[in-house]
């Protein structure tokens, strides 16, 4: 039995792949790569309220009482605050040594509270009258671009026009002029320093405040500089070099 050999259409095992083009129509592949540094548009703190009692429910009353307290401050601000969160709440005993056995000294409560604002203004007032409450830790704030932000479309643009720039002028050292765009492949664009950033990196931790007085004056919070990277590769057909 014979078999027949294949069509001009039937891809076969043997057929050379080119990926770098041929000497008719070369190739040059390139990277374009793109940096802004811009403002943020939002901040976050955290928010950590506490309580001691003897006996788990007063332990559970005064967190109670101090986590309405805090979300009613941030809630009086109004539009500013885009996000308000409750994370992780706990209550646990505190054991002490008693003889050959232990017992129950004190109950800790804790209740985990995320905010982010878009008023930086606002912030640092925010901020201010939480470090300002009993028995609440704020740490902070993160600052951040949304993921919409135009930002990482012109960072993107500006990546795109460097490659392009850059395959133009390797074509025109060889006497050739590009011809085609074969291939664009986006590398991504994102922040250099999303939530939450590495320790030290424009963040602040107002520590317990156990007294009351008349108000702190308001935080004067400097807004971190954001970076928005781009890259991309890119390959282009050309027209034969003049060597």
């Keep these: 039995m014979t078999q027949d050999a294949p069509t001009q ?5 043997d057929t050379p792949h080119q990926p770098y083009g041929t000497p008719e129509v070369p190739r040059v592949a390139v990277r374009g790569e ?3 540094e811009v403002d943020p ?7 950590t309220v506490s309580a001691r009692g003897t006996d788990r429910r007063t332990a559970l009353d005064d967190l109670t009482r101090r986590n309405n307290t805090v979300l009613d401050l941030i809630k009086s601000y109004g539009d500013p605050v885009e996000k308000l969160e409750t ?13 050959r056995g232990e017992r129950i000294r004190a109950y800790h409560g804790r209740v985990h509270i995320t905010a982010e604002l878009n008023d930086f203004t606002t912030l640092g007032e925010l901020t201010t009258r939480l ?7 704020v740490d902070g704030p993160w600052w951040a671009l949304r993921p919409t932000s135009s930002a990482h479309g012109e960072a993107r643009r500006q990546a795109v026009l460097e490659a392009v720039q850059r395959a133009r002028e390797y074509a025109e050292a060889l006497g050739a002029r590009l011809a ?3 291939e664009l492949a986006d590398l991504g664009a994102e922040n250099a320093a999303p939530f939450p ?8 931790t107002m520590a317990f405040s156990t007294t009351e007085d008349a108000g ?19 390959r282009f057909t050309m027209t034969p070099p003049q060597l």
Excluded: K
Aim: aromatic content about 4%; hydrophobic content about 40%; cysteine-free.
């Design 87 to 99: 994370g992780a709440f706990s209550i646990s005993p505190e054991l002490t040594r008693h003889g």
């Design 131 to 137: 470090a300002d409450l009993d028995l609440t830790q």
């Design 9 to 13: 259409d039937t891809p076969t095992h």
């Design 197 to 204: 950033p590495a320790p030290g990196a424009g963040m602040r």
């Design 216 to 234: 702190a004056p308001p935080l004067d919070l400097e807004p971190q500089r954001q970076t928005v990277y781009a890259q991309v590769n890119a």
């Design 34 to 36: 793109a940096r802004l």
């Design 41 to 47: 548009e939002i901040a976050r703190i955290g928010i």
């Design 180 to 182: 085609a765009l074969v």
